[in-house]
Protein backbone atom coordinates (compact mmCIF):
# COMPACT_ATOMS: atom_id res chain seq x y z
CA UNK A 1 0.00 0.00 0.00
CA UNK A 2 1.09 3.37 -0.91
CA UNK A 3 -0.38 6.64 0.83
CA UNK A 4 -0.17 9.68 -0.62
CA UNK A 5 -0.69 13.69 0.60
CA UNK A 6 -1.19 16.19 -1.56
CA UNK A 7 -0.70 19.42 -0.13
CA UNK A 8 -0.38 23.36 -1.58
CA UNK A 9 -3.68 24.38 -3.05
CA UNK A 10 -5.60 27.66 -2.77
CA UNK A 11 -7.03 30.57 -4.48
CA UNK A 12 -4.82 32.69 -6.84
CA UNK A 13 -5.33 35.02 -9.11
CA UNK A 14 -4.84 34.51 -12.87
CA UNK A 15 -1.35 34.86 -13.86
CA UNK A 16 -0.37 33.93 -10.43
CA UNK A 17 1.66 30.92 -9.03
CA UNK A 18 1.44 28.00 -6.92
CA UNK A 19 3.35 25.12 -6.18
CA UNK A 20 1.66 21.36 -5.03
CA UNK A 21 3.11 19.30 -2.91
CA UNK A 22 2.31 15.20 -2.79
CA UNK A 23 4.40 13.32 -0.54
CA UNK A 24 4.01 8.79 -0.10
CA UNK A 25 4.56 6.59 2.35
CA UNK A 26 7.07 4.61 0.90
CA UNK A 27 9.99 5.41 -1.68
CA UNK A 28 7.84 5.74 -5.09
CA UNK A 29 11.13 6.44 -7.18
CA UNK A 30 11.78 2.55 -7.10
CA UNK A 31 12.23 1.44 -11.15
CA UNK A 32 11.63 -2.37 -9.90
CA UNK A 33 8.20 -1.17 -7.86
CA UNK A 34 6.67 1.52 -9.87
CA UNK A 35 5.90 2.29 -13.07
CA UNK A 36 4.42 6.02 -13.43
CA UNK A 37 3.99 9.39 -11.10
CA UNK A 38 2.10 12.03 -11.83
CA UNK A 39 -0.32 14.89 -11.55
CA UNK A 40 -4.08 15.23 -13.39
CA UNK A 41 -6.92 16.77 -12.51
CA UNK A 42 -10.77 16.82 -12.26
CA UNK A 43 -12.95 20.00 -12.83
CA UNK A 44 -16.29 20.18 -12.28
CA UNK A 45 -18.32 18.51 -15.12
CA UNK A 46 -15.15 16.77 -16.69
CA UNK A 47 -13.46 13.79 -16.91
CA UNK A 48 -9.62 13.63 -14.84
CA UNK A 49 -7.50 14.53 -17.54
CA UNK A 50 -3.34 13.88 -17.51
CA UNK A 51 -1.60 17.16 -16.32
CA UNK A 52 2.49 15.73 -15.61
CA UNK A 53 3.60 12.43 -15.33
CA UNK A 54 6.95 11.14 -15.26
CA UNK A 55 7.79 7.36 -16.43
CA UNK A 56 10.46 6.22 -14.75
CA UNK A 57 13.78 5.59 -16.53
CA UNK A 58 11.61 7.04 -19.30
CA UNK A 59 10.22 10.46 -20.35
CA UNK A 60 8.20 13.66 -19.03
CA UNK A 61 5.27 14.25 -20.27
CA UNK A 62 2.76 17.18 -19.99
CA UNK A 63 -0.97 17.64 -21.02
CA UNK A 64 -1.25 20.21 -24.03
CA UNK A 65 -3.16 22.74 -21.90
CA UNK A 66 0.00 22.94 -19.21
CA UNK A 67 2.57 22.74 -21.19
CA UNK A 68 5.20 25.51 -20.78
CA UNK A 69 3.49 27.09 -17.52
CA UNK A 70 3.64 23.59 -15.75
CA UNK A 71 6.40 21.60 -14.07
CA UNK A 72 6.58 18.49 -12.09
CA UNK A 73 9.86 17.99 -10.13
CA UNK A 74 10.94 15.05 -7.78
CA UNK A 75 12.58 14.99 -4.18
CA UNK A 76 13.39 11.42 -4.13
CA UNK A 77 15.01 12.20 -0.21
CA UNK A 78 11.33 13.13 0.95
CA UNK A 79 9.46 10.53 -1.36
CA UNK A 80 7.75 13.66 -2.78
CA UNK A 81 7.07 14.79 -6.02
CA UNK A 82 6.06 19.11 -6.62
CA UNK A 83 3.96 20.42 -9.42
CA UNK A 84 5.08 24.18 -10.24
CA UNK A 85 2.17 26.13 -11.86
CA UNK A 86 3.23 29.66 -13.17
CA UNK A 87 1.02 31.60 -15.36
CA UNK A 88 -2.75 30.06 -13.91
CA UNK A 89 -5.74 30.80 -15.87
CA UNK A 90 -9.34 30.13 -14.52
CA UNK A 91 -9.13 27.21 -16.70
CA UNK A 92 -6.78 25.84 -14.35
CA UNK A 93 -9.36 25.90 -11.98
CA UNK A 94 -9.77 22.08 -10.60
CA UNK A 95 -9.14 19.54 -7.66
CA UNK A 96 -5.56 18.24 -8.72
CA UNK A 97 -4.76 14.45 -7.77
CA UNK A 98 -1.67 12.90 -7.74
CA UNK A 99 -0.92 9.60 -8.71
CA UNK A 100 1.41 6.49 -8.89
CA UNK A 101 1.41 3.39 -10.84
CA UNK A 102 3.08 0.05 -9.81
CA UNK A 103 4.64 -2.32 -12.30
CA UNK A 104 1.35 -4.44 -11.36
CA UNK A 105 -0.52 -1.81 -12.89
CA UNK A 106 -2.25 -1.21 -9.31
CA UNK A 107 -2.90 2.64 -9.24
CA UNK A 108 -2.71 5.09 -6.06
CA UNK A 109 -4.30 8.57 -5.92
CA UNK A 110 -3.74 10.96 -2.84
CA UNK A 111 -6.90 12.61 -1.78
CA UNK A 112 -6.86 15.60 -4.16
CA UNK A 113 -6.37 19.42 -3.47
CA UNK A 114 -8.25 22.23 -4.90
CA UNK A 115 -6.67 24.92 -6.87
CA UNK A 116 -9.32 28.12 -7.85
CA UNK A 117 -7.97 30.74 -10.38
CA UNK A 118 -10.24 33.71 -10.15
CA UNK A 119 -9.97 35.91 -13.00
Known amino acids: QVQLVESGGGLVQAGGSLRLSCTAS???????????LGWYRQAPGKQRELVARITLGGPTNYGDSVKGRFTISTDNAKNTMYLQMTNLKPEDTAVYYC??????????WGQGTQVTVSS
Open 99 to 108: SVYARNGAPY
Open 26 to 36: TSIFNIVRFNT
